[in-house]
């Protein structure tokens, strides 16, 4: 059954790319959020602006709920499952910027009346009942929590029984000029967040919302897929997560070097983070035996993994481009380039090489060094690589890529903390200074541009 449902998804896939290829549905379903979207954001806005106002039992409620959950029921009806995310001026509902009237505030009044409870957006799952509705302006009246805004309200529309709403944390763009190293911890605790959030509500059968995640990917791009991503130990992140972000990083740095326009390049990103997706889903494992059979409560088996992830995935309404091509990246990444059903997609291909370098070079892998990873790699071009994508990679990463610690000729080792910046330094990258000459530990982490000088004799195995 599950193979058959799976087919007939990838059928309604072909259907839809061909209309949208025709200039139907996506067109069709970004108008409607786009005209519809607008009256329903500011039906929201008004309903949020009323509980500051007036008790929730008041008759003033009423027709504002009913024309909220019959803007809800038009956009439910279209896409199935509505996200709503504000960052300062601009509200996006799926994706779709909702464009206000310049002359008038709702944009930022939403920001606003959602930060009260540390939030940056809600998600509608399915449509409600007027109760259903009342309850979640019930909790969202409460006085927010002075320390744990988000969680406190999370958790009372658990207790609520709401459970077609989610409540996502906020977003934020970066001013121009505004520092990178400032914040890095609190940058990773971020993305730790976005990801663990997305699988969680993946795992527990609600529609994929991949706008946080672009949001994420966005932010990395415009800080710069900086080196210290591809070593960095994320705190504490969960493996599946603490992966994913690793090899986004890896894949936007192929996808960088492979010329890829900024939107591509961000659909490649959400790609990345989803393509394991298939490990949330929690039912259908193998580890059963007997009269037991399967148990739930486990994720499937590497071999489904892919499958279960396609899956999830179509649960989204729609067929956008950048869907299409996460669903051939879920379902693909782990094939060969050589594949005898055929070429992988573009993004299956820069995913394979990302995910088998950080399998290779993280812990609970083979534990190679970088260097060593890639040799190892380089084995297999024209046959699990892709290989003008492989060799994009190899001059991106350098010679000695980072993480990768060497001897230098004055005794000092180093440790490789940058991208190949050049042709002319893709054998000099910059370091910090692992250890002196004279075998003690550095007391300041000192920073070493081999481009200035330095050579190596020798990459030291640790």
Not at 237 to 249: N, Y
Not at 338 to 349: K, T
Request: charged share 30%; net charge neutral.
């Amino acid at each position: 059954m599950a193979d058959d449902d799976l087919q007939k998804g990838q059928e309604r896939l072909g259907a839809a790319l061909r209309d949208a290829r025709r200039g139907g549905g996506a067109v069709d379903l970004s108008r409607t959020i786009r005209e519809t979207g607008l009256r329903l954001v500011n039906s929201l806005t008004g309903l949020l602006r009323m509980t500051r106002v007036h008790a929730l039992d008041n008759d003033a409620f009423k027709k504002p709920i009913s024309d909220f959950l019959d803007v809800l029921s038009v956009l439910i009806d279209a896409a199935g499952s509505l996200h709503i995310i504000a960052v300062e001026d601009q509200t996006y509902i799926n994706d779709v910027r909702i464009r206000f009237d310049p002359n008038r505030v709702e944009g930022m009044a939403l920001s606003e009346l959602l930060g009260r409870h540390g939030l940056g957006g809600v998600s509608f799952h399915a449509l409600l009942a007027p109760d259903e509705l009342r309850d979640f302006l019930v909790a969202y009246s409460a006085r927010p929590d002075p320390d744990t805004p988000r969680i406190r309200l999370h958790e009372a529309l658990r207790v609520a029984g709401i459970q077609t709403i989610d409540v996502a944390g906020p977003f934020r763009f970066r001013i121009l000029g505004e520092s990178r190293a400032e914040d890095e911890e609190e940058k990773d605790r971020r993305r730790v967040g976005v990801v663990d959030e997305a699988w969680q509500n993946l795992g527990a059968g609600r529609v994929p919302n991949a706008l946080p995640v672009r949001r994420l990917v966005t932010e990395m791009l415009k800080a710069g897929v900086t080196a210290d991503g591809l070593w960095r130990e994320l705190g504490d992140a969960s493996p599946e997560c603490a992966h994913c972000i690793r090899v986004a990083l890896v894949a936007l740095i192929i996808g960088d070097a492979a010329g890829l326009n900024e939107r591509t390049v961000q659909d490649l990103g959400v790609a990345a983070i989803f393509h394991d997706i298939g490990y949330a889903k929690r039912e259908g494992a193998s580890r059963g035996s007997g009269l037991r059979g399967h148990i739930t409560g486990e994720p499937p088996p590497y071999q489904r993994h892919a499958r279960a992830g396609a899956r999830i995935l179509m649960r989204q309404q729609g067929f956008r481009d950048e869907k299409v091509r996460r669903m051939l990246a879920v379902i693909e990444h782990h094939r060969d380039f050589d594949d005898a059903r055929g070429r992988p997609s573009l993004f299956a291909r820069i995913i394979r090489i990302a995910e088998d370098y950080d399998n290779l070079v993280r812990q609970g892998g083979a534990w190679l060094a970088p260097n060593e990873a890639i040799e190892h790699m380089a084995a297999f071009t024209d046959t699990r690589y892709d290989p003008v994508l492989f060799q994009l990679f190899v001059n991106r990463m350098g010679r000695y890529p980072p993480g990768t610690v060497v001897k230098l000729s004055d005794g000092s080792q180093v440790r490789s903390v940058s991208l190949a910046r050049s042709p002319e330094t893709w054998d000099r990258p910059i370091c910090y200074r692992y250890r002196n000459g004279d075998g003690t530990w550095p007391r300041e982490r000192t920073m070493v541009d081999l481009a200035d000088g330095g050579t190596v004799t020798a990459i030291v195995d640790i």
